[in-house]
C-alpha cells in the first residue's frame, strides 16, 4: 500500500450524492466505489482501443488483396467479424477464408467482399494480358 497514491477531485453535491447513493446500496465505501468505477472505464477504453486497432490492422490493404492465395467456403462455428468490412457474421454463416500467399494469417470474408476482391483481382491480370 506505499506505492498507492492520493486522488482528490472535487466534485458537485449532486454528483457527490449519486456517489454516496450508489456506495450506500453496493454496500462498498466511496472511495471503492470510485476507485470500480475509474478502473473499470479505463478497461473498457483499453479494451475499444484494442479492438479498433486490431481492425484497422486487420483491415485489408490493397497488396493482401493481391497476395490472396485461395478461399475456402467455410460453415462459421460461431459469431465473428468480417476482416474486411467488419459486417456481423452469426453461427452457421457461410463465410470465406481467404489465404495470403506471403503470409499464415487467415482472413475471414463476407460473401460480400469475397465477391467483391475475387472480381477485382480476376479483372487486373486480363487487363494487363491485352496489353500485351
Ligand atoms: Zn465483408
Not at 479483372?123 to 494480358?129: G, Q, S, V
Request: some cysteine; overall charge positive; glycine content about 2%.
Amino acid at each position: 500500500m506505499i506505492n498507492d497514491k492520493v486522488v482528490n477531485t472535487r466534485v458537485s453535491k449532486k454528483l457527490y450524492e449519486k456517489i454516496f447513493n450508489k456506495a450506500k446500496k453496493n454496500r462498498v465505501s466511496i472511495s471503492n466505489l470510485i476507485r470500480n468505477l475509474v478502473e473499470d472505464t479505463l478497461e473498457i477504453h483499453e479494451d475499444i482501443h484494442d479492438a479498433i486497432d486490431k481492425k484497422i490492422r486487420k483491415y485489408l490493404s490493397d497488396t493482401e488483396k493481391q497476395n490472396i492465395l485461395g478461399y475456402q467456403e467455410i460453415t462459421l462455428a460461431k459469431d465473428t467479424l468480417c476482416d474486411n468490412c467488419g459486417k456481423e457474421l452469426k453461427t452457421s454463416d457461410t463465410a470465406y477464408v481467404a489465404y495470403l500467399a506471403e503470409s499464415d494469417s487467415k482472413i475471414i470474408l463476407c460473401s460480400t467482399c469475397k465477391a467483391k476482391i475475387s472480381k477485382s483481382e480476376k479483372k487486373e491480370p486480363h487487363a494487363t494480358t491485352a496489353d500485351n
